[in-house]
Structures are given as structure tokens and as C-alpha cells.
């Protein structure tokens, strides 16, 4: 008799394993339809970094040569403005220089200051 119940429970077992193996079963292809789905995802995200890399680079080297350009830029405009200071600094001597003046032959110097020098002395 006891081998009768083990074998009854043997067959009993078996449609609960294979279901809980079917089950099981279910799980791991779903996980696998989603791995290639990543797997393809991934692969296209790939290409596109591929494809848009070249691009990039060649922006970047782009920038790198506009920034030299404008260094370059920069530099000739200081140089220029350096010599405009210069100028200018020659000019305000120059009108230093003109404010001693000659009427009929009579030369007139600018007293800057006259009345607070008169009466320092």
C-alpha cells in the first residue's frame, strides 16, 4: 500500500514540476527577448556614436583653429593699440610743446594755475 500512495503522489508531482518548469521556461525567454533587445539597442547606439564621432572631432579641430585665429587677432590688435598709445602720447607732447606761443613775433607762454601761484608768492 505504501507504494501505491508514493506512486500516486509521484504522479501528482510531475504535472505541478513540469508546471512550475514551464513557468520557469517563460521567465528565462522573456528575459532573453529583453538581453536582445537591449543587445540590438545598444548595437544601433553604437553606430550612431560611430557615425557622429568624425563629425565631432572635426568640429572640435575647427574650434581649436578658430580660437588660434582670434589669439592671432588679439595679438595684432594689441600691437595696434600699443602703437596708438604711443601716438597719443606724442600728440599730448606736441601740444605741450604748443602752448608756448608767439604773437608779432612776442612769444606768449600759458601760465597754468596764475592765480594760485600768485599767491603763493
Known amino acids: 500500500m505504501f507504494s501505491q500512495v508514493t506512486a500516486a503522489e509521484t504522479c501528482n508531482l510531475v504535472p505541478a514540476q513540469l508546471q512550475e518548469l514551464y513557468e520557469m521556461f517563460n521567465v528565462l525567454a522573456g ?8 543587445q540590438e539597442r545598444l548595437s544601433n547606439e553604437s553606430l550612431q556614436i560611430q557615425v557622429t564621432l568624425p563629425t565631432l572631432t572635426e568640429d572640435i579641430f575647427k574650434v581649436k583653429l578658430s ?4 589669439n592671432i587677432f588679439l595679438s595684432g590688435v594689441k600691437y595696434n593699440q600699443d602703437i596708438l598709445n604711443q601716438e597719443l602720447v606724442s600728440i599730448q607732447e606736441k601740444i605741450n610743446d604748443l602752448r608756448c606761443v608767439s604773437y608779432n613775433g612776442t612769444l606768449i607762454w600759458k601760465i597754468t594755475n596764475f592765480k594760485e601761484k600768485m599767491s603763493k608768492t
Open 31 to 38: 528575459g532573453i527577448e529583453t538581453l536582445n533587445n537591449d
Open 67 to 70: 580660437i588660434e585665429e582670434l
